[in-house]
């Protein structure tokens, strides 16, 4: 009997479900225009360039009003210090520019500041907000900047005039120490002479 119980419940329970309907990809939408060799650039209000975007090729979107990127290179500048460029392989573009996703591995580089610090930054999947100055990212992530080399899962990068980044987990920091010559040279010791005692 408790079997029979158990068996129509499972019974019951099929026919008032309704069957799931398959998941079919979002279409993206038809293109309506392309461009090649595309290079935008954004000034402030003061005319002073902001950021510049270049793509072997641009392909928008009606449907939402998104860009997709072949090849893109987003260069950011920020006060009188050197810009950070940043490369990847794939990307899409928001329908106002505001946020930037480069899909696939990613290069951040930026060259020596005042300090002489350099930095070169691997990761993949990265978000970007360029009016923000801010990238993050959930997969691993290597940045050198020598002597500091620093890596780990997941990574939150501020790329203002002062590069302030947290890396979430799994974190390693590396730290070369380069040891500074002696400014004084060392006095050389002469061995004691043996003499007789007065």
């Known amino acids: 009997m408790l079997l029979l119980i158990v068996g129509g419940t499972g019974w019951l329970a099929q026919r008032l479900t309704p069957p799931a309907e398959p998941i079919e990809p979002k279409p993206k939408g038809t293109v309506d225009y392309y461009a090649v060799n595309l290079l935008r650039t954004i000034a402030d209000e003061a005319g002073k360039t902001k950021n510049i975007l270049y793509a072997e090729r641009l392909t928008h979107y009606d449907n939402d009003d998104h860009s997709e990127l072949e090849k893109p290179v987003l260069t950011m500048f920020s006060g009188d210090g050197p810009p950070w460029v940043v490369h990847g392989e794939q990307g899409t573009v928001s329908s106002r520019g505001s946020e930037v996703f480069l899909k696939g591995p990613v290069l951040v580089?930026?060259?020596a500041d005042r300090n002489g610090r350099t930095v070169r930054a691997e990761a993949?999947?990265?978000?970007?907000?360029?009016?923000?100055?801010?990238?993050e990212t959930d997969d691993f992530v290597q940045i050198v900047s020598p002597p500091d080399e620093l890596s780990g899962v997941g990574m939150q990068a501020h790329f203002g005039k002062a590069f302030k980044v947290t890396v979430l987990s799994s974190?390693?920091?590396?730290?070369?120490?380069v040891r500074a010559p002696d400014a004084r040279p060392r006095r050389k010791v002469r061995p004691q002479q043996a003499g007789k005692r007065k």
């Open 109 to 111: 580089l930026r060259d």
């Open 124 to 135: 993949s999947n990265v978000k970007i907000l360029p009016d923000e100055e801010y990238g």
């Open 171 to 177: 974190v390693r920091r590396r730290h070369d120490v």
